[in-house]
């Protein structure tokens, strides 16, 4: 059953990993899906198989690091669809200098513009949609860095993800009398292109343990069709094999 049959999604970083999966799980249950990144080829590959689906998707690519080109994304919108239902709030990055001993300013400002001001400024398109319509759904993608501090991730990205969760529920503080929701997604290790940037490569036998992004996608999908009654604010999905915890017994062994 085509559960989202009408309704219009924005989902960004959407040419690879979680955000090229949310895409097809959203289109599959009919939405209209609107697709950003940084690179036009892998959104037009996304898009060409959603249409031979039977779906619809528009390419917009935009680097949503710039506020002008989320705007312009946002008059799109309301000029192809005049509605946004659904804002899968996924790009982020991170940087190979990432420790304290090699990072720089520029790479600061890369974090915190890629992860947390490209997610603000694509809240602040979708809810004008959302408060005209009283109803709509934000999901974000945070990180378990989002919660714990971890050296892995890096202090940029780890307090980027931070403040990701805490705009997240900060959304349902204000907008619950619009009747929207907003959930943020804290997913552990996924197997994506991300980990490439991983100063300390990861096999390929360690990703296939990993959470793939078609998990992430399918708990993107059921928080998307949750009815307009319910509001999941924050999910946490990790590997049932989590590195962290195994590195943890060793030592205690």
Request: hydrophobic content about 45%; charged content about 20%; aromatic content about 4%.
């Given at each position: 059953?085509?559960?989202?049959?009408?309704?219009?999604?924005?989902?960004?970083?959407?040419?690879?990993?979680?955000?090229?999966?949310?895409?097809?799980?959203?289109?599959?249950?009919?939405?209209?899906?609107?697709?950003?990144?940084?690179?036009?080829?892998?959104?037009?590959?996304?898009?060409?198989?959603?249409?031979?689906?039977?779906?619809?998707?528009?390419?917009?690519?935009?680097?949503?690091?710039?506020?002008?080109?989320?705007?312009?994304?946002?008059?799109?919108?309301?000029?192809?669809?005049?509605?946004?239902?659904?804002?899968?709030?996924?790009?982020?990055?991170?940087?190979?200098?990432?420790?304290?001993?090699?990072?720089?300013?520029?790479?600061?400002?890369?974090?915190?513009?890629?992860?947390?001001?490209?997610?603000?400024?694509?809240?602040t398109v979708a809810l004008p949609f959302m408060r005209g319509q009283r109803d709509g759904v934000l999901i974000h993608t945070a990180s378990m860095a989002g919660r714990n501090i971890s050296l892995l991730s890096g202090p940029g990205y780890t307090a980027a993800k931070h403040a990701v969760v805490a705009m997240s529920h900060t959304i349902n503080q204000e907008e619950?009398?619009?009747?929207?929701?907003?959930?943020?997604?804290?997913?552990?290790?996924?197997?994506?292109?991300?980990?490439?940037?991983?100063?300390?490569?990861?096999?390929?036998?360690?990703?296939?343990?990993?959470?793939?992004?078609?998990?992430?996608?399918?708990?993107?999908?059921?928080?998307?069709?949750?009815?307009?009654?319910?509001?999941?604010?924050?999910?946490?999905?990790?590997?049932?094999?989590?590195?962290?915890?195994?590195?943890?017994?060793?030592?205690?062994?």
């Amino acid at each position: 059953m085509a559960r989202l049959r009408g309704k219009v999604a924005w989902v960004t970083g959407a040419g690879s990993g979680i955000g090229e999966a949310a895409a097809l799980q959203l289109a599959e249950e009919g939405a209209a899906i609107v697709l950003t990144g940084r690179r036009r080829e892998p959104l037009e590959d996304v898009a060409a198989r959603i249409a031979a689906a039977g779906g619809m998707a528009e390419v917009q690519p935009a680097d949503l690091m710039d506020a002008a080109q989320a705007k312009a994304i946002g008059a799109f919108i309301a000029s192809r669809f005049g509605r946004l239902d659904i804002l899968v709030n996924n790009a982020g990055l991170n940087i190979t200098p990432r420790q304290w001993a090699v990072l720089t300013p520029e790479g600061v400002d890369e974090l915190v513009r890629g992860n947390l001001s490209s997610a603000f400024y694509c809240v602040t398109v979708a809810l004008p949609f959302m408060r005209g319509q009283r109803d709509g759904v934000l999901i974000h993608t945070a990180s378990m860095a989002g919660r714990n501090i971890s050296l892995l991730s890096g202090p940029g990205y780890t307090a980027a993800k931070h403040a990701v969760v805490a705009m997240s529920h900060t959304i349902n503080q204000e907008e619950c009398v619009n009747g929207i929701r907003s959930t943020v997604i804290c997913p552990g290790e996924v197997a994506t292109p991300i980990l490439d940037k991983r100063p300390n490569p990861v096999p390929p036998e360690e990703r296939a343990k990993m959470v793939q992004s078609e998990d992430v996608g399918d708990l993107i999908r059921y928080v998307a069709c949750l009815p307009p009654h319910v509001c999941l604010n924050e999910a946490w999905i990790t590997p049932t094999h989590n590195r962290g915890y195994v590195a943890a017994l060793s030592r205690k062994l």
